[in-house]
């Protein structure tokens, strides 16, 4: 059973900078693709940053290109999603995904992640 665990959410002031962690457990780490997703009440869950199992291909949605970069580190079995430049409309719920089927990092970008392992969720509240 793989269990994943977000940390680093909080409160910040736009302009200003959070680094989120998802601490997975299991020793397949590095086998598959991971992501990080946001979701506002009331609205659908939305793709943020996705990372290949090595670490060497990553994509992002438009709205935080240039701003958040998402890495991870396989000896630690935990990804990382560091966000500068913090904006009002990025507060939101941080969720971490972890594909469950060995896909290559577009498919599962693609997928519909209803198969995915979840984590609980951390808060980030950007204020203006």
């Known amino acids: 059973q793989v269990q994943l665990v977000e940390s680093g959410g909080g409160l910040v002031q736009a302009g200003g900078s959070l680094r989120l962690s998802c601490a997975a457990s299991?020793?397949?780490?590095?086998?598959?693709?991971m992501g990080w997703f946001r979701q506002v009440p009331g609205k659908e869950r939305e793709f943020v940053a996705a990372?290949?199992?090595?670490?060497?291909?990553?994509d992002y949605a438009d709205s935080v290109k240039g701003r958040f970069t998402i890495f991870r580190a396989n000896a630690k079995n935990t990804m990382y999603l560091q966000m500068n430049s913090l904006e009002p409309e990025d507060t939101a719920v941080y969720y971490c995904?972890?594909?469950?089927?060995?896909?290559?990092?577009?498919?599962?970008?693609?997928?519909?992640?209803?198969?995915?392992?979840w984590g609980q969720g951390t808060q980030v509240t950007v204020s203006s």
């Open positions: 995904a972890r594909d469950r089927s060995g896909s290559p990092l577009r498919l599962w970008v693609l997928s519909r992640h209803e198969n995915d392992y």
């Open positions: 299991g020793r397949t780490f590095s086998g598959y693709c």
């Open positions: 990372i290949s199992r090595s670490g060497g291909s990553t």
